[in-house]
């Protein structure tokens, strides 16, 4: 079955420092999401992206944060000048489609980021 | 404020036993899904429905648009299926495609 990959599933980060967080969505999916999960927390919606630009963000989702579709299979999350408050569980999600039709949305693994 | 409640937090069951997820919501929604998460952390997407039931093996998912509620059930449970299960909302057309989360539910079974 077809899935979400995500790379790396740890990363370690200095504080300051910018990181990017990568994820392969599955490959007919035209809508993709990412998620995060501070520890002990609940998941929260960062951002979703369709047709190469963001169609909805929160509110965490600020300035600090950046979204890309590099090429035809990567998405990513750029996190710059990353405070210690970033460390999360972040996951990448895709879907078939969205808008007006629900679909299921298909989670990977996550990436763990630890800030230092 | 668009809001998912889960209960119970914490679940304990003896092998064998039939489980009950409950989850609440403060507005209408366009789908409800319901998700395991593993120890690891990994997410599994294991029902997505608007209205009625759907089963899948030894899972049911229920949902009562008018009382705005949800059920998960497990029948003849095994400790395999130890995980956190976490109900998560579309709240509405108009909100875009967001899941809004509720705080999971932890399950452990014992053998």
């Known amino acids: 079955e077809p899935e979400v990959t995500q790379t790396p599933s740890h990363q370690v980060t200095q504080m300051g420092q910018e990181v990017i967080l990568r994820c392969v969505p599955i490959s007919n999916h035209l809508y993709f999401y990412w998620y995060r999960q501070i520890l002990g927390q609940k998941v929260e919606f960062l951002v979703s992206f369709y047709n190469n630009e963001i169609s909805e963000k929160s509110e965490i989702f600020d300035d600090q944060f950046s979204v890309e579709r590099p090429d035809g299979s990567n998405f990513t999350l750029k996190i710059r000048s990353t405070k210690l408050e970033d460390s999360a569980m972040y996951f990448c999600a895709s879907s078939e489609l969205s808008g007006t039709r629900n679909q299921p949305q298909h989670f990977g693994d996550g990436t763990r980021l630890s800030i230092l | 404020k668009n809001e998912v409640e889960q209960s119970p937090q914490n679940l304990t069951a003896q092998e064998g036993e039939f489980i009950t997820i409950n989850c609440s919501y403060s507005v209408g929604i366009s789908a409800l899904h319901w998700l395991q998460q593993h120890p690891g952390g990994g997410i599994v997407s294991l029902f997505m429905?608007?209205?009625g039931k759907k089963k899948h093996g030894r899972l049911i998912a229920t949902i009562n648009i008018q009382e705005k509620h949800s059920s998960l059930h497990i029948t003849a449970s095994h400790p395999r299926d130890s995980a956190v299960y976490i109900c998560?909302?579309?709240?509405?057309?108009?909100?875009?495609?967001?899941?809004?989360f509720g705080e999971g539910t932890q399950l452990t079974v014992n053998p």
């Open positions: 998560a909302v579309r709240f509405s057309v108009s909100s875009g495609s967001r899941l809004t």
């Open positions: 429905l608007s209205s």
